[in-house]
């Protein structure tokens, strides 16, 4: 229509999840309220991650600024954050980060029905160099009856309702599936609002990239060797591109928009490869299986992992469900 409405369509992530959790008859709103606090624990990493070497954040723990406060180094930081937004929510019940050794259980007056692990700055050591880093975050629903234990979260992938990461980089990029397929917000500072700029990321059957740090190569098992060299020197003249930066939120976010394949496999010298289980490869294998792709340890399905340690590492390959498919060929 000549005068109709301006073609920009501003769907906040707030709007976009609560329409899309208002479908279930049994929604109470809480799931949204829980997906809010995350937002906004995003968003405020956001803001330091950004002025992180001008307000030296980067500062090594433990030495002290000018306040003669406790200097936090960035990754602490955004976990204090995470875990007081998360705990002022009312919505969680147990929380698991990277940074802390024991899983938290929420006080009586604070606890809801959710349970969520993160890493709340993946790939932290790359921020001196201006490398994208990334929160890492998954949401399990409470067993029936349970008021929250550890049994909660040692609980396989698939059991998972959410699974998303944001990533810190020019811009600060929310990545999120609540089971219904994969979208992406960028954060406008202007109105600091996560807008929908990327709906329904689904990823390419088939890529040209392959992300993996080819300094194990020494250590790689037999099968990632043979897979590694069909697509080096494939029989028809075409290899692969390699890219890898290192911070699994910015591989994984490139591997969902291009295709292709990232891995960390084990090897020789790490038996379990280097990510972790609950907070790394579940929520990254939930996303790559909602935009159409494939996540695999080499062995099983990367989402039916039974998990026994809150902080026990698996090898991963996730990606364009081709590229995973010739990869597993290589392990039967
Ligand atoms: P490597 C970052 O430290 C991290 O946990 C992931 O973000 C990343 O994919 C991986 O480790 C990189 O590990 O051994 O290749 O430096």
Do not use: W
């Not at 390699?242 to 891995?263: K, Q």
């Amino acid at each position: 229509i000549e005068n109709g409405p301006p073609k920009a369509e501003i769907i906040t992530l707030t709007s976009h999840v609560l329409s899309q959790q208002q479908r279930h008859q049994m929604a109470t709103g809480d799931l949204t309220l829980l997906l809010t606090a995350i937002q906004t624990t995003c968003k405020f990493i956001a803001t330091n991650v950004r002025r992180a070497s001008l307000l030296n954040l980067i500062g090594v723990a433990g030495t002290a600024n000018v306040q003669g406060e406790d200097q936090k180094k960035l990754d602490i930081l955004s976990n204090d954050i995470m875990i007081n937004s998360l705990r002022a929510s009312g919505k969680c019940a147990v929380l698991v980060s990277e940074e802390n050794e024991e899983a938290i259980i929420i006080d009586e007056g604070h606890r809801g029905r959710y349970c969520v692990v993160f890493d709340p700055l993946d790939g932290s050591s790359n921020i001196d160099a201006g490398v994208n880093i990334g929160t890492i975050f998954g949401v399990y629903k409470c067993e029936e009856g349970s008021t929250g234990s550890i049994k909660d979260v040692l609980r396989k992938g698939s059991e998972m309702q959410v699974a998303g990461y944001c990533m810190y980089g020019s811009s600060a990029n929310l990545v999120i599936s609540t089971g219904q397929g994969v979208d992406g917000y960028t954060l406008d500072n202007g109105i600091g609002e996560f807008i929908l700029t990327h709906p329904n990321i689904r990823i390419p059957s088939r890529g040209k990239i392959y992300s993996f740090n080819e300094g194990n190569s020494l250590f790689f098992h037999e099968p990632v060797v043979k897979y590694l060299e069909s697509i080096k020197y494939p029989s028809n003249g075409k290899p692969y591109s390699a890219r890898y930066i290192g911070s699994m939120v910015a591989d994984v976010h490139r591997t969902l928009l291009y295709g292709g394949i990232f891995g960390y496999p084990s090897d020789k010298k790490s038996k379990n490869g280097k990510l972790r289980l609950l907070y790394e490869g579940f929520p990254m294998a939930f996303l790559t299986e909602q935009a159409g792709g494939l996540a695999t340890t080499g062995t099983q399905r990367l989402l039916d992992v039974q998990p026994t340690d809150i902080h026990q590492r698996i090898p991963c390959f996730l990606g364009s469900k081709e590229d995973v498919e010739d990869l597993l060929k290589f392990f039967q």
